[in-house]
């Protein structure tokens, strides 16, 4: 993940379940000494995760996981793999409790520019994209502002983290 121009890097752990892990990880977390909220974030799709991370864990940011069109098993009420709008992830990242939406980067859908952006953020959320993996993509994705990209090639990419190809939000 790559974290603003100065390279801070944090930890993202993915809950693939339900709420029901939440107690096994507050009890791993509160062993650790490193571990703190200004290093870790949580990201799922399960928004009953999000639920409880927020009840049990509040400190730590918690990301909603969307896929940038409807088209995962859960969303069985939109089966024409529409796009997400932005009103829709609203509504989701209110209804789960979540501090922000961590969404699939879909380069050809224009409704994910920056005005997408903008109106998740505008209201307090972060923004984040999952998975971005050419340059002119992660130079779109943070110029569409969002806080972060996860990326299967990090390395060719810290280049673009100057000022110019990232600014930071």
Not at 38 to 57: C, G, H, T, W, Y
Not at 71 to 86: E, G, I, M, R, V
Not at 140 to 156: D, E, I, K, L, Q
Request: hydrophobic letters at 40%.
């Amino acid at each position: 993940v790559f974290y603003n121009r100065l390279l801070k890097c944090f930890v993202l752990i993915e809950l693939k379940t339900g709420g029901e892990i939440v107690p096994l990880v507050k009890k791993i977390l509160r062993k650790q000494r490193t571990a703190n909220p200004n290093n870790l974030m949580f990201i799922s799709f399960n928004p009953d995760a999000i639920r409880a991370l927020k009840r049990e864990l509040p400190e730590y940011k918690a990301l909603l996981l969307l896929y940038s069109r409807h088209a995962w098993p859960s969303q069985k009420d939109l089966p024409d793999h529409s796009p997400y709008t932005a009103e829709q992830c609203l509504q989701a990242l209110k209804d789960c409790g979540a501090d922000g939406l961590d969404f699939h980067y879909d380069g050809s859908i224009a409704e994910q520019g920056a005005d997408f952006v903008a109106k998740i953020r505008s209201v307090g959320y972060q923004f984040h994209y999952w998975v971005v993996d050419s340059a002119a993509d992660v130079k779109r994705a943070f110029a569409n502002g969002a806080m972060t990209v996860t990326t299967n090639h990090a390395g060719p990419f810290v280049k673009l983290l100057d000022e110019s190809a990232c600014p930071e939000k």
